[in-house]
């Protein structure tokens, strides 16, 4: 049974124990990519770092995110955090000051970007927009979007306020480096990658998500 995203930590720990082995021969010489004919993370150390605890209230889960996440960031560690909804986006990229001013870029089918749902303020669809809303955070740029799911307000609002959204159309049509002069420089950047940000044309009838 798959009851939901809050499962992905304990599966990716799962999966990962096949590779286990692979890291205990190689300590830190990094790891082979026959593909990319290229040896990637030589010298560097993974640490699973454990998971943030989940309080009733959920105010109180965002604090201990931003907690954790900052003491993992202000020691110069490049942090990867996985799952569960994308509403924990927000009280992650709180914990990156340092990097001011920071782009987000966000793989996905929608914007997450809305002020409000169902009346909250903070929810997997409002992420990004309260990100927005962070002194340090200096544009999002979001790409793969598609599907009927964001709205028209959410999209206007922000590419008002200076946000790039390509679209998954685009991706597929364009050439790759266009869209990456279109993206220009980054600077400081947060990368987040949603489950759906996926780039082929789906067929007829298939479902956009
Ligand atoms: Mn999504």
């Avoid at 920071?102 to 409002?126: P, Q």
């Avoid at 979007?145 to 206007?156: P, Q």
């Avoid at 990658?193 to 479902?207: C, Q, T």
């Amino acid at each position: 049974m798959r009851p939901g995203c809050r499962q992905a930590p304990r599966a990716l720990r799962d999966a990962s124990t096949r590779f286990g082995w692979l890291g205990e021969s190689t300590g830190t010489k990094g790891f082979f990519d026959v593909e990319a004919g290229h040896t990637f993370l030589a010298g560097k150390r993974m640490v699973d770092a454990g998971d943030v605890d989940v309080s009733l209230d959920e105010g109180v889960t965002r604090a201990r995110i931003t907690q954790h996440a900052s003491k993992i960031v202000e020691r110069g560690s490049l942090l990867a955090s996985i799952g569960g909804d994308h509403s924990v986006s927000f009280p992650l990229i709180a914990a990156f000051e340092r990097y001011a001013p920071l782009t987000i870029v966000l793989f996905d089918a929608h914007l997450d970007y809305r002020d409000r749902f169902l009346g909250l303020e903070h929810t997997n669809n409002s992420p990004f927009r309260r990100a927005s809303e962070l002194p340090f955070v200096n544009r999002i740029v979001t790409i793969g979007a598609r599907g009927i799911k964001s709205t028209d307000l959410e999209y206007r609002e922000s590419l008002s306020r200076g946000n790039l959204v390509i679209t998954a159309n685009a991706v597929a049509d364009r050439n790759i480096d266009s869209i990456a002069t279109d993206i220009g420089e980054l600077g400081n950047y947060y990368v987040s990658l949603d489950i759906d940000g996926s780039f082929y044309r789906p067929r007829n009838g298939e479902s956009r998500g």
